[in-house]
């Protein structure tokens, strides 16, 4: 179940970095509200993770989905560029994390 609320902290915390993009661009109480819940949630699925699994890889993992999940998201919604280096740098990150979870119990 660990690893469930960690993958669900991860994703709360796209939604939370997607928001800032989206309060930047229209500021309403709609956008705020999301961000605050996307973060919270986040915040709350990890403390549910960490109860079972290491702090370092819950803490790692985490961040890799959120950072690999804002640059997917702001390849794909925003426009952001796709070059080559930083698909390679987010494969990194992917496979770093998947390789935490591979050694993690």
Same mark, same amino acid.
């Given at each position: 179940?660990?690893?469930?609320? $960690?993958?669900?902290?991860?994703v709360m915390e796209? @939604?939370?970095? #997607? !928001?800032? #993009? ?22 709350i699925f990890l403390a549910l993770? !960490?109860?079972?699994?290491? !702090? ?6 985490? #961040? ?10 702001? !390849? #794909? @919604? ?19 994390? @998947?390789?935490?979870? $591979?050694?993690?119990?």
């Open positions: 179940m660990a690893w469930f609320y $960690l993958i669900a902290a991860g796209i @939604v939370g970095v #997607t !928001m800032i #993009t989206k309060l930047h661009q229209e500021r309403s109480w709609r956008n705020i509200i999301y961000l605050i819940g996307g973060f919270g949630t986040s915040f993770a !960490m109860e079972s699994l290491p !702090m370092s890889t819950a803490y790692a993992i985490w #961040t890799g989905i959120g950072a690999s999940g804002g640059v997917l998201i702001g !390849m #794909t @919604v925003y426009g952001e560029s796709r070059n080559v280096k930083r698909i390679l740098f987010l494969s990194m990150i992917l496979g770093a994390a @998947v390789g935490l979870k $591979l050694i993690s119990k």
